[in-house]
């Protein structure tokens, strides 16, 4: 299956609003593709640049996010982050204890190991993909979560820390991890994107996507249009109850 048509697929089943976009991280020493890489850029804007059909790169040069930068590689965390001092300045934890506490939670790439993020959409993609990630409704993050369980069953269990949500949860995660991640948002792609309040984010590893895929279809034929028609919901209003 193409990159093509994963897209177009996952896009007519689900009725996505946004474009999925293809995330590769681009080797230190490697040729950067030639994509755009606008100045002062947070990994979060990329992302819904991307989804609307530009191609971007994100490096050292021009990423403005100090998060991003080392969740990326790309540049050491600064002290006033990894303090927590300033989440406590942003309002997002009552302590810089608390914001610490967080920060080192998070999940980093090796510093030095890559030379930039190259983002497009999906279906422009060529060769391999390391990340796919998708701002969608919950609803349509429930049918892609299902889609990876659907041939397999079990419990999936999503991590976030409700912090750096896009380049952590949705594209460190599952590039690390080999395992799909959903997110809630968080306080920078919620400021600093036009992500609505009833979107959320949802990565998968390149490696799952024909299967996803291949399992949407099958979700497609019975339960996504079952469960969208609200026939028992329908029947419930019938009885008068």
Known sequence: MTSRQAAEAITGILGLRWAPVAVNFVPAGA???????????RFCQILMETRRGEKRLLTADNVSCPAVAAAFGLKPLPEKLSSGEMLVGFGIFATA?????TIQTMPRLPQGQYAGVATCPLEEAQGAVDVVVLEALPEQVMWIA?????????????STGVLQATCVDAVVVPFRQGKLNATLGCYGCREATDLGDDECVVGL????????????GRLADTAIPRVRSKATYRRLGDTGA
């Open 205 to 216: 590893p390149g490696e799952m996507l024909d299967r996803i895929v291949t399992n949407l």
């Open 31 to 41: 040729a950067l593709p030639a994509f755009e890489a606008p100045p002062r850029r």
């Open 146 to 158: 299902l889609a990876s369980v659907h041939d397999t069953g079990g419990r999936l269990d999503f």
């Open 97 to 101: 204890q608390a914001g610490q506490a």
